[in-house]
């Protein structure tokens, strides 16, 4: 038998247990099993759980849960880890490696490859995507994303109302959504908005650095209109000609946060209205009650797609998802190179997107599979 | 016909439109309607709807929105105010006001019937509980506090799975509730803990001053146990022999928020953990998909039963919420006098309930109208 090692890595999505889930039930009857405890650490550090019947019979219940159910978190991809790896993977006498991850696990899995080549250790390597921030390269989009989506979009859309009715008390709110360095994530903040009222009336993304006068503008004109303005901005936003200047350093990774904070100063400062930065949180990649059915579904078939392409003896791939057909949506799944994955580095929100925000809408809309729209405010005056 | 005017004021719930709606129905054929604009803002600039067939039949769609339709807001309670606002009923030529809101509400409906009383001006007067909250007296519980007390239940039991698995990277995160003055939300979020493993492992609120010693152990505790630990602190607790620091004034009101910066600092000082607090926001009350549906019926009736009160020509009240019996839940509706609701002050959690969670989880249950508990987690080493 087939002997199969599978972990997640990075951060979790609402649906990556659904990928997990999917693949195990189409390898079980011809693997043997192994999970990965905590990603790359349980890798490194030789932690691995045989996928016994009890826990096989366990997983199950999982599938449907937020978190990566394995562990997954994050560790320092360095020469000696990746070289500990291969040592383990080769003691257990793994013959194919599968990790669910984003950019930076498919980076490790290349590594880990090169490594075990490098040595004559023929190691199957699969990646299965995932990501809230769809920033991987080399598929239309990833498992994850869509629920975070959608946790954005319903955001707006509730705030928004909220916002609208304590306008005068409050006049302004930033929400600050994941993304990293793309602006995926920010620009679904328009998903249901369907009149002027509504929110956003801004969106800050990376991709394009924010002109102070622009923004202000925005807000000002949604004020003068209904009373209040709801700007959403991406973590990884920043001001023309100013550096990113709202990141620090955890355990090693930067992470982003805080151009809400810059913006409410600024509108405070220049429009003297109240303003409040909010930053969005953990829920838009693990909130439970706003999964997409599509996504979870997707995940689920990249999980099961994955395992099929093992058992074809396909390697150095991950799972890529693309559309059949430009008239109706219809997901497709393919293999894609690692390399090619890599080599596209991070996918950022492409110009034909940022410029007609109805066409990213109908690009999205699939991916969110809702459309509980609201009827404009009762009262917009 | 009996010239009904109604409002809605503070900050809204998930749930607030719905108390509106059935209020609405309820005395629409024998009375003729008024809708006051964003609340005691209104009253006092005489800026009302009157309720006619266009209106109304928009209404009903907004009866499941977040946010309050009718614009609600908050507004200076002064003399001068109180006057004017007796002035422009009095010029509509309004018999009965009524107002959807919380403690600060039915204070401002009791200055303007006493000033309305003042000058020989028979108003009658109802007030309609919402808080999420919880924080109002005279009633078991108000409606919107059991959506809110869903959102935090739900976003606690997901984010605790996400942090469980990112625990190699970032142990301790504490989640910062609203709840003004009371710990009633905050003390929501153990609701689906049904496992060591699993967050809450320490809940801070106004109640109880935090002891740092405890909050300390608790937390190193649980890294020590799991991996990782979550906090759950309420915007009004503080530490034991400390002050309250983390408040602003935005527009005359005290807004609460900032203890879990502290807390964070505290732990990363104490025990050089990687601690991230974060606010959870205004989705607390106005998240659409996390509504409880018992909430929404409640709120719905609490409309349907002042409407019924008015008929039967009660004033100076509130429709006050209690429990029929012990063994099942069943809601009564009554009156109550508003000064009763007005003496009794901010309800605070009772330490029946501090001193024994289960005791609380139960009499929680029937307001979330959920039971999705997680199984524990995978693994747990």
Redesign the interface.
């Known amino acids: 038998m087939r002997r199969v090692a599978i972990g997640?890595a990075g951060?979790?999505t609402?649906v990556i247990n659904a990928t997990l889930v999917g693949f195990v039930k189409e390898v079980l009857d011809e693997s043997s099993l192994y999970?990965i405890?905590?990603?790359y650490?349980g890798l490194v550090k030789g932690n691995f759980?045989r996928g016994d019947r009890t826990?096989l019979d366990?997983?199950e219940?999982?599938a449907n849960?937020?978190?990566?159910?394995?562990?997954?978190?994050?560790?320092p991809r360095e020469k000696k880890n990746i070289e500990l790896s291969v040592m383990n993977l080769k003691k257990k006498e793994i013959d194919t490696l599968v990790i669910i991850g984003g950019n930076g696990s498919m980076e490790a899995l290349r590594e880990i490859k090169n490594e075990a080549s490098s040595q004559g250790y023929d190691l199957q390597v699969i990646g299965l995507p995932k990501t809230v921030d769809n920033d991987l390269g080399g598929t239309d989009h990833a498992p994850g994303f869509g629920s975070a989506a959608k946790y954005v979009a319903?955001?707006t859309?509730?705030?928004?109302?909220?916002?609208?009715?304590?306008?005068?008390?409050?006049q302004v709110?930033i929400l600050e959504t994941m993304g990293r360095n793309a602006g995926w994530l920010a620009y679904a903040s328009a998903f249901y908005k369907n009149n002027d009222y509504d929110g956003p009336h801004f969106i800050g993304i990376p991709e394009q650095p924010i002109v102070k006068e622009n923004l202000i503008n925005s807000v000002d004109a949604a004020v003068r209109r209904s009373g209040h303005a709801l700007v959403v901005v991406s973590e990884g936003a920043h001001f023309a000609k100013e550096k990113l200047t709202h990141k620090k350093v955890?355990?090693g990774?930067t992470v982003l946060g805080g151009v809400s904070t810059q913006i409410e100063n600024l509108i405070s400062e220049k429009l003297g209205l109240?303003a409040r930065g909010?930053?969005?949180?953990?829920?838009q990649?693990?909130?439970?009650?706003?999964v997409s059915e599509s996504d979870r579904n997707e995940a689920y078939a990249v999980g099961i797609q994955g395992a099929r392409f093992m058992k074809e003896g396909k390697t150095d791939i991950m799972v890529s998802m693309y559309r059949k057909n430009t008239s109706s949506y219809e997901v497709g799944y393919r293999p894609i190179a690692l390399d090619k994955v890599i080599s596209k580095g991070e996918s950022l929100l492409m110009e034909y997107f940022i410029d007609d925000l109805p066409s990213y809408n109908k690009w999205l809309k699939p991916l969110i599979a809702d459309s509980s729209n609201?009827?404009a405010?009762?009262?917009t005056d």
């Open positions: 997640q951060g979790p609402a999970f405890k905590n990603g650490e759980i826990i366990l997983l219940n999982h849960l937020p978190g990566a159910c394995l562990g997954s978190g994050r560790y319903n955001t859309r509730d705030i928004s109302r909220d916002l609208h009715a304590m306008r005068n008390f409050e709110r955890v355990n990774r109240s909010e930053l969005l949180g953990m829920n990649r693990s909130c439970s009650a706003l609201y009827p405010p009762l009262i």
